[in-house]
């Protein structure tokens, strides 16, 4: 699993925002498909977002659809996630990951849908409370 490091958790009030970051370490990762998933205590891992190379196609889980934007900063060499209204259930460790393009020419989707990671950094707690 390529190694990449995510930063920019925090506390957020309901309606707040935040933006996460997803870093690489020691490659580009605009050569690479991108995801976003998150962990919420006492659930499984589920995909949020994911991204094709360059500026290909994305996909969203359902309930983050009109809220959350996952874009590239090609100079940076990162991976955000812009969360907007956000909700007490998108409280979780959120997580990136980077995987080889080639297997989502036909479709972003499983990156988010099916893709088993088995090599997680720490995360970044996001935590949506008043």
């Known amino acids: 699993q390529l190694p990449v490091v995510e930063s920019g958790g925090g506390l957020a009030q309901p309606g707040g925002s935040l933006t996460l970051s997803c870093a690489a370490s020691?490659?580009?990762?605009?050569?690479?498909?991108v995801g976003w998933f998150r962990q919420a205590p006492g659930k499984e891992r589920e995909g949020v977002s994911c991204?094709?190379?360059?500026?290909?196609?994305?996909y969203y889980e359902d309930s983050v659809k009109g809220r959350f934007t996952i874009s590239r900063d090609t100079a940076k060499n990162l991976v955000y996630l812009h969360m907007n209204s956000l909700k007490p259930e998108d409280t979780a460790v959120y997580y990136c990951?980077?995987?080889?393009?080639?297997?989502?020419?036909?479709?972003?989707?499983?990156?988010?849908?099916?893709?088993?990671?088995?090599?997680w950094g720490q995360g970044t707690q996001v935590t949506v409370s008043s």
């Open positions: 020691g490659f580009t990762l605009d050569y690479y498909a």
């Open positions: 991204i094709r190379n360059g500026n290909g196609s994305t």
């Open positions: 990951a980077a995987d080889w393009d080639f297997k989502y020419i036909a479709s972003i989707k499983p990156m988010c849908t099916q893709w088993a990671g088995t090599s």
